[in-house]
């Protein structure tokens, strides 16, 4: 048995990614689930089911089908059934409504013209996306004076296999009636988000985290009797006000109910920065945390996101630092008050400029350098690191004795000595030794990465050392050296 | 941008090169690359450098997984956060390093000169770092002592310099104090 939603159908969802049409889709299966849990989505549009038990149930194939339109109805779609043996005979069918009976299908498809071959996406997918091959099929058949399916069917296996290749074989075989593949079923998409809700709202966290470790501990038990993990859980929480307060947690496998709940508790403490008097334990203070959750809490759910199949855990032997739970506690829970890229890890790397070999990564990632360590890296400044690297290097001017800016050339050339270092927002500093320029020309391929720059280290009066760079004229301060702020 | 520098770093790195783990809040120029030089394991470390408006339990927060926590305070801190936060301190196992000042704390180290070696007249590059550190405090550390330091030193790591064998005259050093606090 075959329903089709034409207004779905005629919609390309993978071309036009359009979310009303999706739901709808998803909705027109779950209602033909209802009746069926074996359902093969054909199309956008389409779906496929065997139809012998439920029609049994239902008492008959026109009952049914009358059954599965007018729950289509009730979404306010209108679906058409076609029932054949065969998946092909039975979206021919479901095209005008047709309910072939049992035996009838040879003479059904017979009397249909050859032009179905091309206009069905049926033959294209069968006939492995070969949908052009399949129009040419079909009007060369027509002009060779076969009409119907059943003329071309009346012609011999060899000869067609001959004259047209696999793809007039293929198309031969749906004349025939011959497509039967099993139907590639899928299960019904199990809801695996626990949600509770509070009535009357909660407005203190206690009774909210303990309900979340009940939920995790049903969510788990779901996963868990499916085989599977989840990579992140989401954690929502909506205020009677209609707040919503949503955050993925990392999950991997690796929570237990309690941390799940600790997560929870984080993201509720989180939610609104507690006021800076509340140093004193959760409980005896109604009013404060009457604050931290505006007119309560009445749901909670935890939704398992990108769910994965459970294969255990295996921690690297050498070369991986644990973390532990202290510590990742810790760095959740700041995480939960200023947001996942609030807290870092850095990672080294290589590169050649003062910032480059640095990768900062969000905690609870997977730790890597954005450029390899290891490379030569020519061009990168040798010698003692810079205590500071500036996330945006500061602009400044750097003049000589005679108050001219100093200036490099294409050919690195210094037009004089540098004297005064003029960083924007601070006061001019004496230079007292100056080295450079070290020339880098990066990305030279590439014209929107190019940079072309000269790198210089001074030392200023103060005892402060600094690393400065010409680009484009202009120069900028990187990264400094000193020990402390002398002022 | 006053007060921190690779002081504070290098403060940091021995601890975390002994398996400690190492929080560093609200000093978003902290040199990594160079505190690895002497010593700090950056796999052992966490970056926060925007800890924001609520910075005091971000920090308590930090205390409760590092063993070391170096803070630049966004903004002044009221007697009654230094005091929460030495509570906090008090409770845990946990060492605070505060680039600025924080009255009250148990140790303050303090720059009075620094002066880098290698760089010439347009020649050499930046090699070493001779700096003379000055440490007070209460308590035990009540007596204050001054060393001469190479920081970083021509190996890398951390070294005591002799001051009869410096690569520079004494008298022409500038003399510009720092303060900084270290509370533990």
Same mark, same amino acid.
């Given at each position: 048995?075959?329903?089709? =939603?034409?207004?779905?159908?005629?919609?390309?969802?993978?071309?036009?990614?359009?979310?009303?049409?999706?739901?709808?889709?998803?909705?027109?299966?779950?209602?033909?689930?209802?009746?069926?849990?074996?359902?093969?989505?054909?199309?956008?549009?389409?779906?496929?089911?065997?139809?012998?038990?439920?029609?049994?149930?239902?008492?008959?194939?026109?009952?049914?089908?009358?059954?599965?339109?007018?729950?289509?109805?009730?979404?306010?779609?209108? @679906?058409?059934?076609?029932?054949?043996?065969?998946?092909?005979?039975?979206?021919?069918? !479901?095209?005008?409504?047709?309910?072939?009976?049992?035996? @009838?299908?040879?003479?059904?498809?017979?009397?249909?013209?050859?032009?179905?071959?091309?206009?069905?996406?049926?033959?294209?997918?069968?006939? !492995?996306?070969?949908?052009?091959?399949?129009?040419?099929?079909?009007?060369?058949?027509?002009?060779?004076?076969?009409?119907?399916?059943?003329?071309?069917?009346?012609?011999?296996?060899?000869?067609?296999?001959?004259?047209?290749?696999?793809?007039?074989? @293929?198309?031969?075989?749906?004349?025939?009636?011959?497509?039967?593949?099993? +139907?590639?079923?899928?299960?019904?998409?199990?809801?695996?988000?626990?949600?509770?809700?509070?009535?009357?709202?909660?407005?203190?966290?206690?009774?909210?985290?303990?309900?979340?470790?009940?939920?995790?501990?049903?969510?788990?038990?779901?996963?868990?009797?499916?085989?599977?993990?989840?990579?992140?859980?989401?954690?929502?929480?909506?205020?009677?006000?209609?707040?919503?307060?949503?955050?993925?947690?990392?999950?991997?496998?690796?929570?237990?109910?309690?941390?799940?709940?600790?997560?929870?508790? &984080?993201?509720?403490?989180? &939610?609104?920065?507690?006021?800076?008097?509340?140093?004193?334990?959760?409980?005896?203070?109604?009013?404060?945390?009457?604050?931290?959750?505006?007119?309560?809490?009445?749901?909670?759910?935890?939704?398992?996101?990108?769910?994965?199949?459970? $294969?255990?855990?295996?921690?690297?032997?050498?070369?991986?630092? +644990?973390?532990?739970?202290?510590?990742?506690?810790?760095?959740?829970?700041?995480?939960?008050?200023?947001?996942?890229?609030?807290?870092?890890?850095?990672?080294?790397?290589?590169?050649?400029?003062?910032?480059?070999?640095?990768?900062?990564?969000?905690? @609870?990632?997977?730790?890597?350098?954005?450029?390899?360590?290891?490379?030569?890296?020519?061009?990168?400044?040798?010698?003692?690191?810079?205590?500071?690297?500036?996330?945006?290097?500061?602009?400044?001017?750097? $003049?000589?004795?005679?108050?001219? !800016?100093?200036?490099?050339?294409?050919? =690195?050339?210094?037009?004089?000595?540098?004297?005064?270092?003029?960083?924007?927002?601070?006061?001019?500093?004496?230079?007292?030794?100056?080295?450079?320029?070290?020339?880098?020309?990066?990305?030279?391929?590439?014209?929107?990465?190019?940079?072309?720059?000269?790198?210089?280290?001074?030392?200023?009066?103060?005892?402060?050392?600094?690393?400065?760079?010409?680009?484009?004229?202009? &120069?900028?301060?990187?990264?400094?050296?000193?020990?402390?702020?002398?002022? | 941008?006053?007060?921190?520098?690779?002081?504070?770093?290098?403060?940091?790195?021995? /601890?975390?090169?002994?398996?400690?783990?190492?929080?560093?809040?609200?000093? /978003?120029?902290?040199?990594?690359?160079?505190?690895?030089?002497?010593?700090?394991?950056?796999?052992?470390?966490?970056?926060?450098?925007?800890?924001?408006?609520?910075?005091?339990?971000?920090?308590?927060? %930090?205390?409760?997984?590092? *063993?070391?926590?170096?803070?630049?305070?966004?903004?002044?801190?009221?007697?009654?956060?230094?005091?929460?936060?030495?509570?906090?301190?008090?409770?845990?196992?946990?060492?605070?390093?505060?680039?600025?000042?924080?009255?009250? #704390?148990?140790?303050?180290?303090?720059?009075?000169?620094?002066?880098?070696?290698?760089?010439?007249?347009?020649?050499?590059? %930046?090699?070493?770092?001779?700096?003379?550190?000055?440490?007070?405090?209460?308590? *035990?550390?009540?007596?204050?002592?001054?060393?001469? %330091?190479?920081?970083?030193? *021509?190996?890398?790591?951390?070294?005591?310099?002799?001051?009869?064998?410096? /690569?520079?005259?004494?008298?022409?050093? /500038?003399?510009?104090? #720092? %303060?900084?606090?270290?509370?533990?």
């Amino acid at each position: 048995m075959v329903v089709t =939603c034409p207004d779905l159908h005629s919609a390309n969802l993978s071309a036009d990614p359009d979310i009303q049409t999706a739901r709808r889709h998803e909705q027109m299966i779950a209602a033909v689930t209802g009746f069926c849990p074996d359902v093969e989505v054909v199309e956008p549009g389409v779906c496929a089911f065997g139809a012998r038990g439920p029609a049994r149930y239902f008492g008959g194939e026109t009952a049914l089908a009358a059954r599965i339109i007018a729950a289509l109805a009730d979404l306010g779609l209108a @679906g058409r059934v076609g029932v054949a043996d065969g998946l092909f005979a039975a979206l021919l069918a !479901a095209r005008d409504g047709t309910i072939v009976s049992p035996g @009838g299908t040879a003479k059904f498809l017979g009397a249909q013209p050859v032009s179905v071959l091309a206009d069905h996406g049926l033959a294209a997918q069968d006939l !492995a996306a070969q949908d052009l091959a399949a129009q040419d099929l079909a009007a060369l058949l027509v002009r060779l004076g076969l009409h119907t399916l059943a003329d071309f069917a009346a012609l011999p296996v060899r000869d067609v296999a001959s004259r047209f290749g696999d793809a007039g074989e @293929g198309a031969h075989q749906l004349a025939r009636g011959l497509d039967s593949r099993p +139907l590639a079923t899928r299960p019904p998409p199990a809801e695996l988000s626990v949600a509770h809700r509070f009535d009357p709202p909660e407005p203190r966290a206690e009774p909210v985290v303990f309900a979340a470790k009940a939920l995790a501990g049903r969510l788990h038990d779901a996963l868990a009797a499916r085989g599977l993990t989840c990579v992140r859980v989401q954690v929502k929480a909506t205020w009677a006000d209609g707040q919503e307060s949503s955050r993925r947690w990392r999950h991997d496998g690796l929570l237990s109910a309690a941390a799940v709940a600790d997560r929870v508790r &984080w993201q509720l403490d989180g &939610w609104q920065p507690a006021p800076p008097d509340d140093g004193k334990p959760p409980g005896d203070n109604k009013t404060a945390d009457d604050e931290n959750i505006p007119g309560g809490i009445v749901a909670l759910r935890l939704v398992p996101d990108l769910l994965v199949r459970a $294969t255990g855990q295996q921690l690297a032997l050498w070369g991986e630092t +644990l973390v532990s739970d202290q510590v990742a506690r810790a760095a959740m829970r700041v995480q939960a008050m200023l947001g996942h890229e609030a807290v870092l890890r850095p990672v080294l790397g290589g590169g050649r400029n003062a910032g480059d070999q640095v990768t900062p990564i969000p905690f @609870g990632e997977k730790t890597e350098p954005r450029l390899p360590a290891g490379r030569p890296w020519p061009g990168r400044v040798r010698g003692a690191a810079p205590g500071l690297v500036f996330p945006a290097a500061r602009e400044a001017e750097v $003049t000589d004795d005679a108050g001219r !800016a100093v200036t490099v050339s294409g050919r =690195c050339a210094v037009s004089a000595a540098p004297a005064r270092l003029a960083v924007r927002g601070d006061p001019p500093r004496r230079i007292t030794g100056w080295a450079g320029p070290w020339p880098l020309s990066e990305r030279w391929w590439d014209p929107s990465a190019a940079r072309r720059r000269a790198r210089f280290q001074l030392v200023t009066e103060d005892g402060r050392a600094w690393l400065a760079v010409v680009e484009d004229g202009r &120069w900028l301060v990187e990264a400094g050296y000193w020990l402390i702020g002398l002022g | 941008m006053a007060e921190f520098g690779l002081l504070c770093l290098a403060l940091a790195a021995a /601890p975390s090169a002994d398996g400690a783990w190492c929080g560093i809040a609200g000093i /978003p120029e902290a040199g990594v690359l160079a505190a690895a030089a002497l010593g700090l394991d950056a796999g052992r470390t966490l970056l926060v450098p925007e800890p924001g408006p609520s910075w005091p339990q971000v920090v308590a927060s %930090l205390l409760d997984g590092c *063993e070391l926590v170096l803070l630049r305070p966004p903004a002044r801190a009221s007697a009654q956060v230094r005091q929460r936060l030495e509570a906090t301190l008090r409770r845990g196992r946990g060492v605070l390093l505060v680039a600025g000042d924080w009255p009250g #704390a148990q140790l303050r180290l303090r720059v009075a000169s620094q002066r880098w070696t290698g760089l010439g007249d347009g020649h050499g590059r %930046l090699r070493a770092c001779c700096a003379e550190v000055t440490a007070d405090g209460r308590g *035990e550390a009540a007596v204050t002592r001054t060393r001469w %330091l190479w920081l970083p030193g *021509e190996d890398g790591g951390v070294a005591v310099a002799d001051p009869r064998n410096l /690569p520079f005259d004494l008298l022409q050093t /500038p003399a510009a104090p #720092a %303060l900084r606090a270290v509370s533990g």
